[in-house]
């Protein structure tokens, strides 16, 4: 069984950043991608950014040139640098881990950006 823990998620005013990050622990063989998701009051759940094993990456398009995903191989973490956060960023950020036989999700961290 693989878990995943994330963590930095907090109160920023617009325009400031955040890093958040998720570490997976358990029995895990290979990943093959690493993943943000976030879920804003009244909304469904929204791709933020992917990365895969190639270390390409992948954003949503209203990250696109503010969000930088990245990983650790060695530690079986992936990041999410937040810069210039706006108010519409407001969401409980969700990262997954994609293994050769299913997904894993986090439990969550809030994000609140003020303007």
């Known amino acids: 069984q693989v878990q995943l823990v994330e963590s930095g998620g907090g109160l920023v005013q617009a325009g400031g950043s955040l890093r958040l990050s998720c570490a997976a622990s358990?029995?895990?063989?290979?990943?093959?991608?690493m993943g943000w998701y976030r879920q804003g009051p009244g909304k469904q759940r929204e791709f933020v950014a992917y990365?895969?094993?190639?270390?390409?990456?992948n954003y949503g398009d209203s990250v696109k040139g503010r969000f930088t995903i990245s990983r650790d191989n060695a530690e079986n973490t992936v990041f999410l640098q937040m810069n210039d956060l706006k108010p519409e960023d407001t969401a409980v950020y969700y990262c997954?881990?994609?293994?050769?036989?299913?997904?894993?999700w986090g439990q969550g961290t809030q994000v609140t950006v003020s303007s």
């Open positions: 997954q881990i994609a293994l050769p036989m299913s997904y894993v």
């Open positions: 990365i895969f094993s190639s270390s390409r990456t």
């Open positions: 358990g029995s895990i063989g290979s990943i093959n991608g």
